[in-house]
T-cell receptor
């Protein structure tokens, strides 16, 4: 049982480049989330989705976009990468709003 | 007041000690509460849910105080392997809003 899978695990981007962070889950969870975690800091919610076709902004959505065309996949798109987006990105999923969340292993992104 | 607040620590305790963490939350309508554990450079993982009547899982005990809006985690007989950051997690304000994470409390268990 794979759970939540994120790719890539590591990436270095140049300022102004774009990329998509992939996230897929095989638990048939409705809720999916993207968080970022800066060194020594807590998790900040970027975007979340309560089901296919539905997405909502979290605390720090600027500079990011998401889509949710299927239950399984929730990619995060970075447009025009900036050094401030250097962080560890975690994707997570949960059965419902009150359900406990399962996390992917994270993507470590550096923008130089 | 922040949605979920925790003392960042670090808490440095010897092996075998008992240590307790508290967490306060601002939304009185919150219904679901959890403690997560995050090891260095790893993803957060669920440690335990927190139920109204309190619950225990081995050396770990979680308590919820709705009146004062705080939850606690007690770790007995600390092991070196308990060294990690412990995240307090509460469900969101309304409807479909997701889980809100505290910034975490760092624990170091020392031999």
């Amino acid at each position: 049982n794979a759970g939540v899978t994120q790719t890539p695990k590591f990436r270095i981007l140049k300022i102004g480049q774009s990329m998509t962070l992939q996230c897929t889950q095989d638990m048939n969870h409705n809720y999916m989330y993207w968080y970022r975690q800066d060194p020594g800091m807590g998790l900040k919610l970027i975007y979340y989705s309560v089901g296919a076709g539905i997405t909502d902004k979290g605390e720090v959505p600027n500079g990011y976009n998401v889509s949710r065309s299927t239950t399984e996949d929730f990619p995060l798109r970075l447009e025009l990468a900036a050094p401030s987006q250097t962080s560890v990105y975690f994707c997570a999923s949960s059965r419902g709003q009150g359900g406990d969340a399962f996390f992917g292993q994270g993507t470590r992104l550096t923008v130089v | 007041r922040k949605e979920v607040e925790q003392d960042p620590g670090p808490f440095n305790v010897p092996e075998g000690a008992t240590v307790a963490f508290n967490c306060t939350y601002s939304n009185s309508a919150s219904q679901s509460f959890f403690w997560y554990r995050q090891d260095c450079r790893k993803e957060p993982k669920l440690l335990m849910s927190v139920y109204s009547s309190g619950n225990e899982d081995g050396r770990f005990t979680a308590q919820l105080n709705r009146a004062s809006q705080y939850i606690s985690l007690l770790i007995r007989d600390s092991k070196l392997s308990d060294s990690a950051t412990y995240l307090c997690v509460v469900n969101g304000n309304s409807g479909n809003t997701p889980l809100v994470f505290g910034k975490g409390t760092r624990l170091s268990v020392i031999a």
